[in-house]
């Protein structure tokens, strides 16, 4: 289940910065305090870019915690934006798509995990719903299409590259169909 790797790599390039969106400063987030859209299902890879965002908004992580329903390989720490990161899983106390990130500095964050394979449309409608301080809804909820029968709000696009940027047609029905086409997918148990 648990692979521990001693080597030190980010192949990412510097062009391609982390898709994060976070609820809000100064204001209390609602359910989930925002979304991680990865680009693959390699902690290895991904983590790095995710910390040194953090460490520069947020403050210094030290640990991350994750369910393995959506990894294949976890290891257990993971260098990092000059340090390392621990890596620990829950199969059932934490919801599966979700990442728990913690660092010095209280709260911890819990952040929705946007499938890697998700289109632009939807992933742009699950990381402003999930950094919207009057969310309610868990990231399993929010990536179900399940309705919190609140209004439907706008969508944010500001941490998204202009070139990726959605184009007009995010309505009830796109996000049916977009609820839908993410319901077919399904990721491979971890192996």
Do not use: K
């Amino acid at each position: 289940m648990t692979v521990t790797f001693d080597r030190a790599i980010n192949p990412r390039p510097s062009e391609s910065p982390v898709r994060l969106s976070l609820a809000p400063d100064g204001v209390r987030p609602g359910r989930l305090d925002g979304a991680w859209w990865p680009r693959s299902r390699d902690l290895l890879i991904e983590i790095p870019s995710l910390v040194a965002e953090l460490d520069q908004r947020w403050g210094r992580v030290t640990r991350i915690t994750v369910n393995p329903a959506q990894w294949p390989e976890i290891p257990r720490r993971i260098p990092a934006a000059g340090h390392i990161i621990h890596v620990g899983w829950f199969t059932t106390e934490q919801d599966e798509h979700t990442i728990m990130v913690c660092s010095y500095a209280p709260p911890l964050l819990e952040l929705l995990i946007v499938p890697p394979a998700t289109d632009v449309v939807d992933a742009a409608r699950l990381m402003s719903e999930a950094a919207d301080p009057g969310g309610a809804r868990t990231a399993s909820a929010l990536l179900g299409g399940e309705d919190d029968g609140l209004p439907e709000r706008e969508v944010r696009t500001d941490f998204l590259p202009s070139a990726a940027t959605p184009a007009a047609g995010t309505g009830a029905a796109d996000r049916r169909a977009g609820v839908a086409r993410m319901r077919a997918e399904t990721w491979p148990a971890p192996g």
